[in-house]
């Protein structure tokens, strides 16, 4: 199926040749990718290939939770397809995204550095808030929402995540820990399933979900009747089923396609008095499939219930689709309607901020001028570009919010708090930095011995942290009081003499800035020691332009 829509034009792109990218799902039941053509002078993409294949990550050790070898190895096998038929095809680039089974697993870390090593392929592990952000990415470019609400559920093998939204900013994400291979690997060893087996099943899925519904009809404004949009592959199964059963054949696209409460109710009822073997005799039935189709109906049918929604419309695009619209937004290739993803990643690092009652004024001040000494000594001592500068300023931003908890090491604080934050529109690689850099903008710099910088995926990870957590300790020492004392700095640089010089523009000209100037240099030691240079400060009694 060939499949192209269209976004909000960015006039600046438009001149852009067309651009092949490819996109992968490490999901819990099965490894999927999608090719597309993107058009910057639409901007659209079409989807020109489509790839799946189901390893089971998470038919995990029941022990310890691991990912299992012989499994490992199917994913790397099928990984290694993958890039060869986006290599056959063209594809500039490979942008491949792990979920739950992984992101759960002990040594999921472990498994993607193994990709990476076998592969050359990076490998992003996204929390299940920023699964269910891209999810809403995805719809919404296969799916015309009217300024209307939507609830979206997109049942997986390890988790289900409920969205609403209206077109625009989602108004809720959620991801709750049942999915289809989650559930039949824990609660299901009758076949048919016994009916003391069934209701447990029903209860605890139930139970699991009520939480997560609450939290989105809380959102929904009086009166509001939203559609409800069902993706992801147990749901086009069901789907599938329900039409072959119904209509005798298959629509193509099945976008669009309508599965009723009453329908899928019977269907659940009728799946679960199914052997193993009588379910996979169903026509459009996979032998894959067929093992936890019945836990994921069952999800389905208590989400619906709960939700108090007789039918659901189906959706063609969901996660993979959603990796390649936030590419885009990521380079610049699509406008406002979907918004950009700095603004992603603004939004939801204030909200943190706010959470944990940030000073924001100081922050921001904090941030701005980590950024400004970044963008000086850019090309001068380091080479990092536009996304390390990003991390840079989130971490900037959040660097003080572990006062929330304590004064004393409080930087340590920090690294926790921003650790297990949801930032939306960040990988957990990229938080994971930006919680390093918070944790050592202050006290020790960086060692090989702290558990939480050796843990960092790659040495080029361990570097950034390394330079740029330098940079963010000047930044604090610049606004030492919290006042706003210095206005602004100048960096000039001395190759011959390997020094930095940093002239200070003080806001009000009677200041002096002592204490700015000796927190600088108390905090220069670790500056000088990763740069190999010597850092000299001077107040300027004059305004001086800026570079």
Not at 237 to 260: C, D, F, H, W
Not at 270 to 285: N, T
Not at 377 to 389: A, C
Not at 512 to 517: M, T, V
Request: glycine share 6%.
């Amino acid at each position: 199926m060939v499949n192209t829509v269209p976004f909000a034009k960015n006039s600046a792109s438009s001149m852009e040749q067309d651009r092949i990218i490819a996109a992968i799902d490490l999901g819990t039941n099965s490894l999927h990718m999608v090719i597309v053509r993107i058009q910057p002078a639409l901007p659209a993409f079409t989807i020109i290939a489509r790839e799946k294949e189901t390893v089971r990550l998470g038919d995990r050790c029941l022990e310890t939770g691991d990912l299992k070898q012989p499994v490992m190895k199917r994913a790397i096998a099928a990984l290694r397809r993958f890039q060869e038929i986006a290599k056959s095809l063209n594809a500039e680039t490979t942008i491949a995204v792990a979920t739950s089974a992984v992101r759960e697993a002990p040594n999921g870390r472990d498994f993607l550095a193994q990709i990476e090593e076998q592969l050359d392929l990076a490998v992003s592990l996204i929390s299940g808030q920023e699964e269910a952000r891209r999810i809403y990415l995805g719809v919404l470019s296969g799916m015309e929402f009217n300024n209307q609400p939507h609830i979206i559920i997109d049942i997986g093998g390890g988790s289900t995540e409920l969205i609403l939204g209206d077109g625009h900013e989602p108004r809720s994400l959620s991801s709750t820990k049942v999915g289809a291979v989650r559930l039949t690997a824990e609660f299901v060893t009758t076949d048919p399933i016994s009916t003391p087996e069934f209701q447990y099943l029903q209860a605890f899925v139930r139970g699991t979900l009520e939480r997560s519904v609450d939290e989105l009809r809380a959102q929904l404004l009086p009166g509001e009747l939203p559609r409800l949009v069902g993706t992801a592959g147990t749901i086009e199964t069901l789907a599938t089923i329900n039409a072959r059963e119904k209509l005798g054949m298959v629509p193509n696209p099945l976008t669009g396609y309508q599965l009723s409460l009453k329908d899928l109710r019977e269907l659940v009822s009728r799946l679960r008095k199914l052997s193993y073997s009588e379910r996979l005799a169903i026509p459009g039935m996979s032998d894959r499939r067929s093992e936890i189709i019945l836990a994921g109906a069952l999800i389905l049918q208590e989400a619906m219930t709960l939700l108090g929604m007789e039918s659901l419309t189906i959706c063609e695009r969901s996660l993979r689709e959603g990796v390649i619209v936030d590419w885009m937004l990521t380079h610049g290739l699509i406008e406002d309607r979907l918004r950009y993803q700095s603004s992603v990643r603004e939004r939801s690092t204030f909200k943190i901020a706010q959470k944990y009652q940030v000073n924001l004024e100081a922050s921001e001040r904090v941030a701005t001028f980590a950024l400004s000494l970044f963008d000086q000594t850019q090309g001068i001592l380091h080479n990092w570009g536009v996304e390390e500068r990003e991390l840079l300023w989130a971490a900037g931003i959040l660097h003080n919010c572990g006062l929330h908890i304590s004064h004393s090491s409080h930087h340590k604080h920090s690294y926790y708090l921003i650790r297990n934050s949801e930032l939306l529109g960040y990988t957990e690689t990229e938080i994971e930095v930006i919680a390093n850099l918070a944790r050592y903008h202050r006290k020790s710099a960086p060692k090989k011995k702290h558990d939480n910088y050796r843990n960092l995926p790659t040495k080029r990870y361990r570097q950034m942290v390394s330079q740029l957590s330098a940079l963010l300790r000047l930044a604090v020492a610049l606004d030492r009081r919290q006042i706003g004392a210095v206005e602004r700095v100048n960096c000039e640089y001395s190759q011959e003499f390997q020094e930095l010089h940093l002239w200070l523009q003080p806001a009000n000209p009677d200041d002096e800035c002592i204490l700015e100037r000796w927190s600088l240099d108390y905090k220069k030691d670790v500056f000088e020691a990763e740069y190999g240079v010597k850092l000299v400060a001077t107040l300027l009694s004059v305004p001086v332009i800026a570079n």
